[in-house]
Structures are given as structure tokens and as C-alpha cells.
């Protein structure tokens, strides 16, 4: 299993970004996946969640209105498009996804720091 996110960086209070988890070594379109983020000195918490097919999707309530979960089963990756960015969003976002022996498996994770 292999997860490599890409497309953090930095970003002003109000702005955008779109993070990318290219996935590889299962198969992924039957998996759900989700986001998850760090904050230095504070626990990972999950932020978002999608189904195998796309049908179903959750958000942490901080996030709701602002993040949307994606993915595209022909590209084998899983997207977070960020709007509304705030200073509180900045930290390290990881995607990951879970076997059906339930074993979670993580990327390596991106940053992501919004601040003027």
C-alpha cells in the first residue's frame, strides 16, 4: 500500500487549496478513505471521509461548508479541495485508508499553513 499526498503549502486566511493522495498497491476503488490532519502539540483528528464509491462522505463540524472529500476511482486518488482557509486549518493533512483486516495505512502527510 502506498498513499503520496501533494498540494499543501502555504495559503492566505480566506484562500483555497486543493490536496491530491495518488493511491497504490490495493485496490482502491473498493476502499473507503479519509483525511485526517496534525496540529503541532494537538492529536490527529479525523476531518474527512468517503466512501468506496463516492456516494456517502463525513466532515468534522470545524470543517463543514468549507472542505470537500472527492476522489476519482480511474485516477486511484482521493482529493481535499479547501475553501474558506483559516489560520486554525494550518497543520499536516494525511490521507489514509483501512484493509479489510483493518490495518489503517497513512501517506507521509502534506503541509498545510495558512497565515497572512
Known amino acids: 500500500v502506498q498513499l503520496v499526498e501533494s498540494g499543501g503549502g502555504l495559503a492566505q486566511p480566506g484562500g483555497s487549496l486543493r490536496l491530491s493522495c495518488a493511491a497504490s498497491?490495493?485496490?482502491?476503488?473498493?476502499?473507503?478513505m479519509r483525511w485526517d490532519r496534525q496540529a503541532p502539540g494537538k492529536e490527529r483528528e479525523l476531518v474527512a471521509h468517503?466512501?468506496?464509491?463516492?456516494?456517502?462522505?463525513y466532515y468534522t463540524d470545524s470543517v463543514k461548508g468549507r472542505f470537500t472529500i472527492s476522489r476519482d476511482n480511474a485516477k486511484n486518488t482521493v482529493y481535499l479541495q479547501m475553501n474558506s482557509l483559516k489560520p486554525e486549518d494550518t497543520a499536516k493533512y494525511y490521507c489514509?485508508?483501512?484493509?479489510?483486516?483493518?490495518?489503517?495505512?497513512w501517506g507521509q502527510g502534506t503541509q498545510v499553513t495558512v497565515s497572512s
Open positions: 489514509s485508508t483501512l484493509d479489510i483486516w483493518g490495518r489503517r495505512y
Open positions: 498497491g490495493f485496490r482502491f476503488s473498493s476502499s473507503q
Open positions: 468517503i466512501t468506496s464509491t463516492g456516494s456517502s462522505t
